[in-house]
C-alpha cells in the first residue's frame, strides 16, 4: 500500500492489526510472567514483578526513543520525495548506532547495578531475592530487547508491519508456553519465567531481521553526513514515546514506595495486578499511534492534510472504542483479573475491587492521551508531545501520588491517574483541534 494514494480505510485498518498483534504480543511478556509466578509463588511473587517492572519500562523505553524517532524523520522525509531514500537511510543508519550505544549502557547497568536498581524501584527484604532471580537470565540478553524495539519501527515504516507482527507473536507464543514449561515442568519458579521471555525476545529478533532478505526491504546502511545531529533530531523527535514507558517505570516506582508506606504488601500486590492490566490497555493506545504514524508522517512530509485529517478520524475513533471496553471490563469484573494473575488470599479479593475500580477511570482516556503524542510526532511538534509526555507520566501524576493520600487519606492514591488523564486530555484536545486545523490542504510545487 501507497501511505500518499492508497484508500485511508482499508490501510488503516490493515496498519492497525498488525500494531495491535505486535503490540498486544509484546505486552504478553511481562502478563504471562505475572500470571504464571503468581499462580506459583503466590502475592509475593506477584510484588516482585512489581518491583521488576520499572526495568522492563527502561529497556523498552530506550529502544522506542531510537526506533521511533528515527522512523518518523524515516517517513517524513520519504513522503517530501522519493530521492530522500538515501538521506532516509542515514537516519536508519543514526538510530541503528545509537541504539547500539544505549544497548551496551544498559547492559551493563542491568549487569552490574540490578540490585540497586531493585531497591530504587521499591524491593525489600522478601522481595529482593525473588526479584533478582528473575532477572538472571534475562541479563545474557539485554540488547536484544531494544533492538526488537527498534526493528518493529521501521519495518512498519518499510511497508512491512506483517513481519514486525509475525515476529512478536513467535516470540510471545514461545514465552506463554515456555513460561509454563520453566516454571512449574521444570519447578524453576520465577527465575523460569525470566528464562522463557528472555528467549522470546531473542526469537522475535532474529525473525524480523529476515527483513533484509526480503523484496520489501528498502532499508540500507548508510553513513550519516552529520551523525550527532541526526541523533540529536532523533532523539527530539522520539522522547514522548520514550518517556511514555520511562514514566511508567516513575509511576511504578512511586506508586510502589507509597503504598508500601500507606497500604502494606497486600495492596501491592493489588497494584501488581493493575499494572497488567494498565499493560493491556497501553498497547491499544501504542497500537492506534503505530498504525497512524507512518501513514501521517509520509502525508505530512507530503503536504496532504486532508489525508491527515481523514487518519486521524479513524484513530480517535479506534481510541474511544479501546477507552469504553477496557473501563467497562474492570468496573464490571475487577476479581476476574485478580484471579488470573495470582491465586488470591481472602484479603486480597476483599480489597482488590475498590482499589482496581477506582484506578480503572483512568483508561477511559489512557488510549486518547497517548495516541496524541505520536500525532504530534508525526506533525513534527515534539515540544507539545514533550508537555504530554512529562505531564501525564511524572508532573502532574507525581504530583497528585504524594498529594491525595497525605490530604484525602491513603486509598486516595488510586484516584491519582484518572485525575491526571482527565487535566492532560483537556490540553490534548485543545492541540489537536489547533494544529489539524492548521494542516495544508495541499501543497503548492
Not at 541504539?99 to 542491568?110: E, K, N, Q
Not at 519495518?155 to 513460561?179: C, H, Q
Not at 546502511?221 to 551523525?227: C, G, M, N, T, V
Amino acid at each position: 500500500m501507497d501511505f500518499l494514494t492508497s484508500k485511508i480505510k482499508p490501510m488503516y485498518f490493515k496498519y492497525l492489526t498488525a500494531a495491535f498483534g505486535s503490540a498486544l504480543i509484546s505486552s504478553i511478556y511481562g502478563v504471562v510472567d505475572m500470571a504464571m509466578v503468581g499462580q506459583y509463588q503466590g502475592p509475593n511473587g506477584t510484588a516482585a514483578l512489581a518491583v521488576v517492572s520499572p526495568v522492563w519500562n527502561i529497556i523498552y523505553s530506550l529502544g522506542l526513543l531510537m526506533g521511533i524517532g528515527g522512523s518518523v524523520l524515516f517517513s517524513a522525509l520519504r513522503g517530501e520525495s522519493e530521492k530522500n531514500q538515501k538521506k532516509s537511510n542515514e537516519y536508519f543508519t543514526a538510530a541503528l548506532i545509537g541504539v547500539i550505544t544505549l544497548a551496551v549502557i544498559t547492559w551493563m547497568i542491568v549487569i552490574f547495578f540490578d540490585r540497586k536498581l531493585l531497591l530504587l524501584f521499591g524491593a525489600e527484604e522478601t522481595l529482593l531475592p525473588l526479584a533478582r532471580r528473575y532477572l538472571f537470565p534475562v541479563k545474557f540478553v539485554v540488547p536484544s530487547f531494544l533492538f526488537t524495539q527498534l526493528m518493529a519501527a521501521f519495518l512498519r515504516n518499510d511497508g512491512n508491519p506483517g513481519l514486525a507482527t509475525k515476529s512478536v507473536l513467535f516470540g510471545g507464543i514461545f514465552n506463554i508456553f515456555g513460561d509454563y514449561f520453566f516454571v512449574f515442568v521444570l519447578n524453576m519458579g520465577i527465575m523460569g519465567a525470566g528464562l522463557a521471555t528472555a528467549m522470546g525476545s531473542v526469537f522475535s529478533l532474529l525473525m524480523m531481521l529476515t527483513h533484509f532478505h526480503s523484496k520489501k526491504n528498502t532499508l540500507r546502511l548508510e553513513k550519516p553526513a552529520r551523525l550527532f545531529s541526526m541523533l540529536k533530531a532523533i532523539c527530539v523527535t522520539g522522547f514522548s514515546t520514550f518517556f511514555i514507558d520511562v514514566a511508567m517505570g516513575i509511576l511504578t516506582m512511586l506508586f510502589n514506595r507509597q503504598i508500601l508506606k500507606y497500604l502494606g504488601t497486600d495492596a501491592l500486590s493489588v497494584y501488581g495486578i493493575i499494572i497488567n492490566i494498565s499493560t493491556f490497555v497501553q498497547c491499544c493506545a501504542y497500537s492506534i499511534g503505530q498504525a497512524s504514524q507512518p501513514m501521517i508522517s509520509t502525508n505530512f512530509g507530503a503536504g496532504k492534510g486532508t489525508r491527515i485529517s481523514q487518519i486521524l478520524k479513524y484513530a480517535l475513533g479506534t481510541a474511544a472504542v479501546f477507552g469504553f471496553i477496557w473501563t467497562a471490563l474492570v468496573e464490571i469484573a475487577p476479581n476476574l483479573f485478580v484471579r488470573i494473575f495470582m491465586t488470591p488470599t481472602e484479603e486480597i479479593l476483599a480489597i482488590a475491587p475498590a482499589i482496581i475500580r477506582s484506578y480503572g477511570i483512568s483508561f477511559l482516556l489512557l488510549p486518547l492521551n497517548i495516541f496524541s503524542t505520536y500525532y504530534f510526532q508525526a506533525l513534527m511538534k515534539p515540544s507539545t508531545s514533550f508537555i504530554v509526555s512529562v505531564s501525564r507520566g511524572a508532573l502532574i501524576s507525581g504530583i497528585l501520588i504524594y498529594l491525595l493520600p497525605a490530604i484525602a487519606g491513603a486509598n486516595a492514591i488510586w484516584f491519582s491517574m484518572p485525575l491526571t488523564e482527565c487535566i492532560v486530555a483537556v490540553y490534548v484536545i485543545i492541540m489537536i483541534v489547533r494544529y489539524t486545523k492548521q494542516l495544508p490542504k495541499e501543497r503548492i510545487r
